[in-house]
């Protein structure tokens, strides 16, 4: 797996959102890329499946460390992006033990690879506003207390400070990207912005007349993901390893994100969206709202899609996808 000159990527998580528009990325920019993928029943790979012949899957499971440190032995990456979790912060609620494992202990046992296989490799890991939780001070920074109101956002605690203290106990060039939330068409759908756009498609077109949602008040940071992947790459690119803060620089409720998705196709929120107490969480993230200064003149990095811009584009993808499951006959 060595012969070749190129910088090797490694992505854990490279079936979900992000490690889809990386992927992309670091092939544009000439990187191998290996994909690690778990073994399921059926494929996982659809986020993927346009560049699958430019990646090189290897399997290994972030609950077991033989497999993480055969991967990493086998590949001998330049860089590793750790990017896999149960990212569902609901989800968390149900299945605490596993989140603790996958997002919390998982962290731990890609830096323990590296630690034993070749500690010169460079590590991402994917640390979330959602540490923030209820948040102490307004906008959130690199060095705003973290206060977290999830089993998932605690999980993502332990793995931005395991990260911090891999880099501190063994000068490893170990990283955190503290991520505010970001978005595209390839959000899993049951996130709320995806959820609302695929609503907005399906109401539009006639499928479906009510949109179920929880809390409208809740605020967040939302940015594009495309954007949020350049990030990660910049933040393993510097001379020193460090953490940074990366957000849009504004916050929208729920409600704001209805209006303006259902605006985009000429409809009245208000008609479709019903408050379903099923979707409200034992404990609520009210406002995140990030600073990312440090990133802005440290990494030279920017957000170039805006809210009504990533709002619009959501909306038309899922328009485009709806309807096309209506003409090959598929109720979408
Ligand atoms: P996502 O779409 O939910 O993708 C999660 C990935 O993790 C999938 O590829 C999944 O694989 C993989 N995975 C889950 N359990 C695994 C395990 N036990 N072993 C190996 N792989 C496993 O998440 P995302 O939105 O791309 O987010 C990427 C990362 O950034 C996550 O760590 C997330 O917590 C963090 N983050 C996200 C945001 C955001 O707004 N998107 C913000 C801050 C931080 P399968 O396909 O097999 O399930
Ligand atoms: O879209 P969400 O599920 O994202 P949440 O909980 O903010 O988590 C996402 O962002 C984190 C970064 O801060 C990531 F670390 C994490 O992995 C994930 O990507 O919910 C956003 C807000 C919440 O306040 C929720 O209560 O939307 C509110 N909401 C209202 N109705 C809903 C719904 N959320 C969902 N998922 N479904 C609803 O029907």
């Given at each position: 797996m060595k012969a070749t000159t190129a910088k090797r990527a490694m992505i854990t998580g490279i079936t979900g959102q992000d490690g889809s528009y990386l992927a992309e990325m670091l092939l544009d920019k000439g990187y191998e890329v290996f994909g690690v993928v778990r073994r399921t029943s059926t494929e996982t790979i659809e986020r993927v499946n346009h560049i699958k012949d430019r990646l090189i899957f290897v399997q290994a499971d972030l609950t077991d460390q033989t497999s993480v440190i055969s991967a990493i032995d086998e590949v001998r990456p330049h860089e590793v992006y750790n990017l896999a979790a149960q990212s569902f912060v609901p989800t968390s609620w149900k299945q605490p033990i596993l989140t603790g494992d996958v997002t919390a202990l998982g962290v731990t046992r890609v830096l323990e690879a590296i630690r034993v296989v070749d500690k010169?490799?460079?590590?991402y890991q994917a640390s979330s506003s959602e540490m923030f939780g209820k948040v102490v001070e307004t906008p959130q920074t690199e060095q705003t207390p973290l206060y977290p109101r999830s089993p998932y956002g605690v999980a993502k605690c332990y793995g931005h400070y395991i990260t911090v203290n891999y880099r501190e106990s063994y000068g490893m060039y170990a990283v955190s990207g503290i991520?505010?939330?970001?978005?595209?068409?390839?959000?899993?759908?049951?996130?709320v912005t995806r959820k609302i756009t695929d609503g907005v498609a399906r109401i539009k077109l006639g499928t479906q007349d009510k949109l179920h949602l929880g809390n409208l008040d809740a605020k967040r940071d939302w940015g594009f993901a495309k954007d949020y992947v350049r990030a990660m790459w910049l933040m393993l690119?510097?001379?020193?390893?460090?953490?940074y803060v990366i957000s849009s620089g504004q916050t929208h409720s729920v409600r704001d994100f209805c209006e303006a998705a259902f605006g985009h196709?000429?409809?009245?929120?208000?008609?479709h969206v019903v408050v379903d107490p099923r979707f409200h969480r034992p404990a609520e993230v009210s406002l995140l709202l990030g600073d990312h200064a440090k990133a802005r003149a440290k990494l030279g990095w920017e957000p170039e899609v805006s809210f009504q811009s990533l709002v619009q584009l959501m909306v038309d993808a899922d328009l485009e996808r709806v309807q096309q499951s209506l003409d090959h006959g598929v109720r979408a």
């Open positions: 010169s490799i460079r590590m991520l505010f939330n970001h978005e595209s068409p390839r959000r899993g759908l049951e996130f690119q510097q001379d020193e390893p460090d953490d196709v000429g409809l009245d929120w208000q008609q």
